[in-house]
């Protein structure tokens, strides 16, 4: 492929050394297809980091870079066989030390966001959240006290947080190594949840405001997911809330 102006999406060179060895192992003992050498593997990943900071249509992907037929195959494959996760926890944990924290978190927050869903999004997926009077889908983050995701779910935005909630302790529960023994909540999630964590080994606590605050007014450690929600809303494929459950891609969510 010939050399081609630079994206703000793309890869940096630092960037691309930390995931390359992953994806030269797994195209190393991936069966052979005919996408497979056609294309390098870092402009595989860069093509898709474009769509996913975009949001366009696959088909409709800039001309120099890999096309549909080659991008969408290795994000469909990384996404099936766990490739995107494995590059997600690499990161996060590399973060967290970087940070002079352990791999795996102690704590977590738990949080939700009613958003308008994408034109074609399949309104059997769909509803209305009646507290926010918002159409569209609920999404939930779980984070670490860094901001990282740590799990995250998708729901119709008529489904209520607890349900969200139970759906995000599950992930918490077996994931990031089963560290996990406490997470925080607003008082959107109920007692529901709170007796969820406790059969899983979580103490969840709900942070209540004070009632004598107005306004938007930062939470200590809960702020945390709102700031990881305002660094997601860069990225459109994640903002037109998709099918998937999986975290976006990796380099986001490295994020604050």
Same mark, same amino acid.
Not at 118 to 145: E, H, S
Not at 164 to 174: N, P, S, T
């Given at each position: 492929?010939?050399?081609?102006?630079?994206?703000?999406?793309?890869?940096?060179?630092?960037?691309?050394?930390?995931?390359?060895?992953?994806?030269?192992?797994?195209?190393?003992?991936?069966?052979?297809?005919?996408?497979?050498?056609?294309?390098?593997?870092?402009?595989?990943?860069?093509?898709?980091?474009?769509?996913?900071?975009?949001?366009?249509?696959?088909?409709?992907?800039?001309?120099?870079?890999?096309?549909?037929?080659?991008?969408?195959?290795?994000?469909?494959?990384?996404?099936?066989?766990?490739?995107?996760?494995?590059?997600?926890?690499?990161?996060?944990?590399?973060?967290?030390?970087?940070?002079?924290?352990?791999?795996?978190?102690?704590?977590?927050?738990?949080?939700?966001?009613?958003?308008?869903?994408?034109?074609?999004?399949?309104?059997?997926?769909?509803?209305?959240?009646?507290?926010?009077?918002?159409?569209?889908?609920?999404?939930?983050?779980?984070?670490?006290?860094?901001?990282? /995701?740590?799990?995250?779910?998708?729901?119709?935005?008529?489904?209520?947080?607890?349900?969200?909630?139970?759906?995000?302790?599950?992930?918490?529960?077996?994931?990031?190594?089963?560290?996990?023994?406490?997470?925080? /909540?607003?008082?959107?999630?109920?007692?529901? /949840?709170?007796?969820?964590?406790?059969?899983?080994?979580?103490?969840?606590?709900?942070?209540?405001?004070?009632?004598?605050?107005?306004?938007?007014?930062?939470?200590?450690?809960?702020?945390?997911?709102?700031?990881?929600?305002?660094?997601?809303?860069?990225?459109?494929?994640?903002?037109?809330?998709?099918?998937?459950?999986?975290?976006?891609?990796?380099?986001?969510?490295?994020?604050?």
């Amino acid at each position: 492929m010939s050399e081609r102006k630079p994206y703000q999406s793309d890869l940096s060179d630092e960037q691309w050394v930390l995931i390359e060895p992953v994806l030269t192992a797994w195209n190393r003992h991936r069966s052979v297809s005919g996408h497979q050498g056609r294309y390098p593997m870092r402009e595989i990943v860069n093509s898709i980091l474009y769509q996913s900071r975009t949001g366009c249509q696959w088909a409709l992907l800039p001309n120099d870079l890999p096309p549909k037929s080659a991008t969408y195959y290795y994000f469909a494959a990384w996404r099936d066989d766990g490739t995107d996760q494995q590059i997600h926890e690499l990161l996060r944990c590399q973060v967290r030390e970087r940070n002079r924290r352990l791999e795996d978190p102690t704590l977590v927050i738990l949080d939700t966001q009613s958003v308008r869903a994408a034109t074609g999004v399949p309104a059997v997926t769909t509803g209305k959240d009646a507290a926010k009077r918002m159409p569209g889908r609920k999404r939930g983050l779980a984070v670490d006290v860094l901001g990282l /995701v740590i799990a995250v779910t998708v729901v119709a935005a008529s489904v209520h947080d607890n349900a969200a909630g139970i759906a995000l302790l599950d992930q918490v529960a077996v994931g990031a190594g089963g560290s996990v023994s406490k997470a925080l /909540v607003d008082q959107g999630f109920k007692n529901q /949840v709170v007796t969820h964590g406790a059969a899983l080994g979580i103490d969840v606590k709900i942070v209540r405001r004070n009632p004598e605050e107005r306004g938007f007014v930062p939470q200590p450690k809960r702020w945390r997911v709102e700031q990881t929600f305002g660094t997601l809303i860069l990225h459109r494929a994640w903002s037109a809330t998709t099918n998937t459950a999986r975290p976006p891609p990796p380099h986001a969510s490295t994020g604050p």
